[in-house]
Structure formats: structure tokens, C-alpha cells
């Protein structure tokens, strides 16, 4: 099971931190990322890292802005946004794959999203 929080309201510079808590896998031997789906709009792909944290790979949408870490002794897995703009506003998705290079294509496990709204 995949357990999001941490959305909420923030004004368009702000940021928040989503958390993505793990239990009933083998944490460590999965990539783990974060998608999006804002309304009306496909579900897209945000950040993804790998088994270790020593890889990450983000959406060009959000590079520079958010950082992806995870904490494999907890369990955890982190979002930290910045800067967030109107066009984050989303429910974001955390996700489990067990491919960090082909991230995305046999996701086996979604967590239930958190929806991050962003005023301007």
C-alpha cells in the first residue's frame, strides 16, 4: 500500500512537501515516482528515483523547481515542490515500478493521491 499526503492549498511561490508512506513491499527494491493528473488532462509524469536515491529524473515542467529523495530505513518517499505555479495545481500520485530506466511502464503499485492546489 501507498499512502499520500501533504497537498493542500498554497499561494502561486510557494511550496509544500508531499510524502508517500510504503508498506506491504520490499521498499528498496523499487523505483519510486510521482505523477500528476490535473484537471480535464491526462495523468503525467513528474519525478522518479531510483533503487538507492542515487538517481533521479524529473519532468522538464518541473526541473529545478522540485526534488525527489526517499528514505529507505522509513519507508518514505518525498516530494518537495517550489515555486509552484498555477499549472501544478494537480493530484499528484505516488508510484512504485520495479524498472527505474523504463519508469512508468509496469507501475505495480498507486498510491491514492493528495491534491495540491495552487492560487494565483
Known amino acids: 500500500q501507498l499512502q499520500a499526503s501533504g497537498g493542500g492549498l498554497v499561494q502561486a511561490g510557494g511550496s509544500l512537501r508531499l510524502s508517500c508512506a510504503a508498506s506491504?513491499?520490499?521498499?528498496?527494491?523499487?523505483?519510486m515516482g510521482w505523477f500528476r493528473q490535473a484537471p480535464g488532462k491526462e495523468r503525467e509524469f513528474v519525478a522518479v528515483?531510483?533503487?538507492?536515491?542515487?538517481?533521479?529524473k524529473y519532468a522538464d515542467s518541473v526541473k529545478g523547481r522540485f526534488t525527489i529523495s526517499r528514505d529507505n530505513a522509513k519507508n518514505m518517499l518525498y516530494l518537495q515542490t517550489s515555486s509552484l505555479k498555477s499549472e501544478d495545481t494537480a493530484v499528484y500520485y505516488c508510484?512504485?515500478?520495479?524498472?527505474?530506466?523504463?519508469?512508468?511502464?509496469?507501475?505495480?503499485?498507486w498510491g491514492q493521491g493528495t491534491l495540491v492546489t495552487v492560487s494565483s
Open positions: 506491504g513491499l520490499t521498499f528498496r527494491d523499487y523505483a
Open positions: 528515483i531510483s533503487y538507492t536515491g542515487a538517481g533521479t
Open positions: 508510484a512504485a515500478d520495479l524498472s527505474y530506466f523504463n519508469y512508468g511502464q509496469k507501475i505495480v503499485r
